[in-house]
C-alpha cells in the first residue's frame, strides 16, 4: 500500500487484492456474534475500523519499535471492543 501511493501501475492490483480482502473480512464479520461488542456498530465495520488500526500499527513500528506500548493500546482496543 505504501507503495501504491507513488506507483501508478502498482495502484490497480493493491486495490483490487485491498477490496477482496476487505469483502472477505465484512463477510467474516457478518456471520460472528456480536456478544459485547459495542451498540450500534455493525461487526463488519468493526472489523474493518480493527484492519485500519492494525494496518496502522505497523506502519507505526518503523518510527516507534516499541512493543509494550503497542500491546498497551491493543488491549484499550479489546476492552473498548468485548468490554471485558
Known amino acids: 500500500m505504501v507503495a501504491a501511493r507513488t506507483d501508478f501501475a502498482l495502484q490497480p492490483a493493491v486495490r483490487e487484492t485491498d477490496v477482496t480482502a476487505m ?6 464479520g457478518d ?5 459485547g461488542v459495542i451498540a450500534h456498530t455493525s461487526p463488519p ?4 475500523l480493527t484492519v485500519y488500526l492494525l494496518r496502522g500499527m505497523v506502519v507505526q513500528t518503523g518510527v516507534h519499535p516499541e512493543k509494550e506500548e503497542k500491546r498497551r493500546l491493543f488491549e484499550i482496543w479489546k476492552t473498548l471492543i468485548f468490554n471485558r
Do not use: A
Open 23 to 28: 469483502r472477505s473480512m465484512r463477510s467474516l
Open 31 to 35: 456471520t460472528c456474534s456480536g456478544d
Open 45 to 48: 465495520d468493526l472489523i474493518e
